[in-house]
């Protein structure tokens, strides 16, 4: 078959093949607008759960900012020792992890875990057990509540 030849059947074929897709609902376009539309409706769920989780961490510790107790973490040198989600900076050993410490029984392993325990174990750790390993910081009252209004929201 000549080149023509082979350039005409391809033509027709290729007429037929576009007027076939052309008479096609074009789907791509709306497949993109679900695709971005379903992750916004996600990130959307994402914060309002964000929010519900620090509303409720801040009315168990009486009023404490998870907001500012994220902040009071890095600051207090909290991840030398620990590993804490959310939190940048070194990922410490010497101490338990944190994750999911909100849904956890016991702090250490011998006091209960409740958000008044955990303000105070900030502030004294020494008073529940004064062979533990954790440091007395100093941390007074206010940033305890704050640091621990952080911690219940990780769940």
């Known amino acids: 078959m000549s080149s023509r030849a082979a350039e005409a059947a391809r ?3 290729g007429g037929a093949m576009n007027a076939h897709r052309a008479a096609r609902p074009r789907r791509s376009l709306p497949l993109a607008a679900l695709g971005v539309g379903m992750t916004c409706l996600l990130l959307l769920l994402i914060s309002c759960k ?7 961490a801040q009315a168990a510790t009486g009023g ?9 973490i890095t600051q207090y040198g909290c991840p030398s020792c620990h590993s804490i989600p959310g939190i940048q900076g070194p990922k410490g050993v010497v101490g338990p992890p944190l994750d999911h410490i909100a849904q956890r029984t016991f702090i250490a392993g011998k006091v209960k875990n409740t958000p008044q325990n955990v303000i105070q174990w900030l502030q004294n750790p020494q008073s529940f057990d004064p062979a533990n390993a954790m440091p ?8 305890a509540r704050d640091i621990a209004a952080y911690l219940y929201t990780l769940k």
């Open 64 to 72: 404490g900012s998870s907001t500012l107790g994220r902040k009071l």
């Open 11 to 13: 033509d027709l074929g």
């Open 50 to 56: 964000s929010r519900h989780e620090q509303s409720q």
């Open 136 to 143: 007395n910081l100093g941390i007074p009252e206010k940033d």
